[in-house]
């Protein structure tokens, strides 16, 4: 069969991104009447979008990208300041104001932070801007010697003249500099240069964040500003009907009460006020067509739909004879809605006015809230003012603006700001959810090695809503990402994409997006095959990685510092998982302790990772660690059911997180590698299900086919 529509996610989502370090760190974070701080470059040296220099030495670095946790910030610094070999001592970050047409993500067009990709999508784009900023700095200074500019060299934030000693810091060179032709096509520095790059550098945030002197979105503080609580409603798609607040408005501190089309919010003079006014509120809700949507029929409709044929996103080889041919093998995996539970729950806090609209919130994409926050105040764009703020986490969540939207629609209604602030259970109650998947393998084993595989994926397509563009013929290219590009020598290669919605439910990217429900297919089916053919599960996929050498070599290395082979105790068992996902390779090694009653104990978890240049190697571990324990966590608890249209988790008591004492040692080796950066972030995630799925079936022979997992179907299992 010959290929028909070769489409990758990849290439469509390919870039470079950024990570960095700097000694001061300084983000414009504003509470009480603090002003606005401009990004100004009246006297300074503003060569680009995202560096400032003024006649003192400081120097500014605009992020384009949001700190979330993912340690970008100290990244991109980093990238940038290497380049322009600043002086450490005086520089600043600051958050870049919205503006696409500066800060766009080179891969998206947007101005948005997500998909793992900062560093690849930025890597080149900001070096090549310290690296011009520094030669125009250069030909400043050799100009006021009179010397040639290639006789110069620049250093911790002065250039240089060797051979007559004279030196000049960037500071006394800024307004020179500004006056500068930037050369075309600048050198950047030969990685064997680096400074900054390459080191385990001290995120710089992290003290504050310590010492509580960060401010996130929840912590904005204004003159006058009250506080709401909301209540959305309870039935996907419901609405408002009647409102019988006399109560509520008796209580003290309780200012007003305001109807928006979907749902009610109280505003108080503190939260204490604001809870209780929507405590005593009498709501009767429209709850319209979706009243009677449970788990099962989601279900339902969802395996009725992936029994159709679906869009051709690639096709190698003739899959159909190949599938003829050999020990044939099936199997269907399915994985659940999923909320994201950030730790800073879901907030916006606005002023409006009749000619204007101002915004304090933690956003991955501030010109899309931006432009829906002037849509729902009925304002030109220019006259919204977005402040953003450290996000206490994002996970996809933070790329919808619906929570901003809600929060100019309330404020609207009065002359005073407004910080809008939802439960944790209006949080997880109203998410937009980690899409339902099923996805089908077909396989056939020749010889020990897979002679045919034909994958089919269910589920919806986020993209068609989020990023129209990027969901062509049928195919949203994040649902098939990790399934079109899996890394084994597959000569038969047919993988599919069935478009599916489910009713009701809105569905977004969550963290690992497509990747984290394709590489739990792919790895737990390699595991079954493996089985099938009688090999040992590492040595079965080495025989398959021979034209993926980087896969093979943390596959390799991975096996020897998890101790793979090695005896173990009576149900308990080692599960491996390989991905190329977000440009990295990553081998992960989950050791996992299963009871008599299917209690999981996760004992040991080892990954090795070549995410080519490692900007920050610290941050790499730890994102690594901290997506592993969020993978885990889906894979052990994560499950958002629905009935009579509703949610029915609410909290962290029935949706639950990985505790302290769960947490197994996590091993994180970074492979030195001098190939362009890869994306991080959401790796870990993406790691953690299938290897663990995989040990249990190597302790218990249970092949779990749906997360979370069953602990019923553990208690009756067997060491294979």
């Not at 996907?236 to 009647?242: D, L, P, T």
């Amino acid at each position: 069969m010959n290929a028909h529509h070769n489409v990758s996610r990849r290439a469509l989502l390919t870039g470079g991104l950024a990570t960095g370090f700097v000694l001061a760190f300084h983000v414009p974070l504003r509470a009480a009447n603090e002003p606005v701080q401009k990004d100004a470059t009246e006297d300074k040296f503003a060569p680009n979008a995202f560096i400032r220099i003024d006649e003192t030495g400081r120097t500014v670095l605009m992020m384009p990208q949001v700190e979330m946790g993912q340690g970008t910030y100290t990244s991109i610094s980093a990238v940038l300041a290497e380049e322009l070999d600043a002086d450490w001592s005086k520089v600043e970050v600051q958050h870049a104001p919205p503006n696409d047409k500066l800060y766009a993500n080179p891969t998206f067009g947007l101005q948005v932070t997500g998909n793992s990709n900062s560093i690849r999508a930025w890597w080149m784009p900001l070096r090549k801007a310290g690296a011009t900023a520094r030669a125009m700095l250069v030909q400043a200074a050799a100009a006021q010697w009179g010397v040639e500019p290639a006789s110069c060299t620049a250093s911790k934030g002065e250039v240089a003249h060797a051979a007559s000693g004279r030196k000049l810091g960037y500071g006394e060179l800024a307004l020179a500099a500004q006056g500068q032709t930037p050369p075309k096509d600048v050198a950047v520095k030969d990685p064997k240069d680096f400074v900054l790059i390459g080191q385990p550098l001290k995120r710089l945030d992290t003290p504050d964040k310590v010492n509580g002197k960060a401010l996130y979105g929840i912590d904005a503080i204004l003159p006058d500003m009250k506080i709401a609580a909301i209540a959305n409603c309870p039935v996907f798609g419901g609405k408002v009907g009647k409102v019988d607040d006399s109560a509520a408005t008796k209580i003290a501190g309780v200012r007003k009460v305001v109807v928006l089309d979907d749902a009610v919010a109280v505003i108080g003079d503190h939260m204490w006020a604001a809870k209780q006014g929507l405590a005593a509120l009498k709501i009767e809700w429209n709850e319209g067509a979706n009243a009677e949507i449970s788990t099962k029929d989601v279900w339902d409709d969802l395996r009725k739909a992936s029994e159709k044929d679906g869009a051709i996103a690639k096709s190698t080889g003739d899959i159909a004879k190949a599938l003829a041919t050999g020990d044939k093998f099936e199997a269907t995996f399915e994985l659940p809605f999923l909320a994201h539970a950030s730790m800073e729950p879901i907030n916006a806090t606005v002023r409006v006015t009749k000619d204007s609209c101002e915004i304090w919130t933690g956003t991955q994409i501030m010109t899309r809230v931006q432009s829906e926050a002037a849509k729902a105040a009925g304002l030109p764009v220019d006259k919204v003012i977005v402040n953003q703020h450290l996000l206490g986490g994002g996970f996809g969540r933070k790329l919808e603006p619906d929570m901003v939207i809600a929060a100019v629609k309330i404020a609207k209604q009065v002359d005073y700001p407004v910080k809008v602030i939802w439960t944790r259970e209006e949080d997880i109650q109203h998410d937009v959810y980690r899409p339902v998947y099923r996805d089908q393998v077909t396989a056939s084993l020749v010889d020990g090695k897979v002679a045919g595989w034909k994958y089919k994926v269910a589920g919806s397509a986020v993209l068609a809503r989020w990023l129209p563009p990027a969901f062509q013929k049928g195919i949203d290219i994040d649902a098939i990402d990790a399934a079109v590009d899996a890394p084994y020598d597959f000569a038969n290669f047919h993988v599919e994409y069935v478009h599916a919605e489910p009713p009701a439910v809105p569905t977004g990217f969550w963290r690992g997006v497509g990747p984290n429900n394709n590489v739990f297919a792919v790895e737990c089916a390699m595991d079954e095959l493996a089985r099938k053919a009688g090999k040992d599960p590492i040595e079965f996929r080495k025989s398959m990685l021979t034209k993926n050498p980087r896969m093979l070599a943390v596959l390799n290395q991975v096996a020897e510092k998890s101790g793979w082979g090695q005896p173990l105790p009576a149900r308990v068992g080692r599960g491996v998982c390989v991905q190329p996902s977000f440009a990295s390779f990553i081998a992960t090694v989950v050791e996992a302790e299963i009871d008599d009653i299917g209690e999981i104990v996760l004992r040991r978890v080892t990954s090795v990772v070549d995410t080519g240049i490692a900007v920050n190697p610290d941050t790499v571990k730890a994102q690594i660690e901290g997506g592993l324990i969020f993978g885990l966590t889906a894979a052990l608890y994560g499950e958002i059911t629905i009935e009579k249209g509703r949610v029915q988790q609410s909290n962290f008591h029935d949706y639950r997180m990985m505790r302290i004492n769960e947490t197994p040692k996590i091993e994180v080796i970074v492979v030195k590698s001098g190939e362009a950066p890869g994306g991080i972030g959401e790796a870990g995630v993406n790691a953690g299900p299938p290897a663990l799925r995989n040990a249990i079936y190597a302790a218990t022979g249970v092949a779990l086919r749906r997360l979370p997992i069953d602990r019923k179907l553990l208690a009756a299992g067997r060491k294979a």
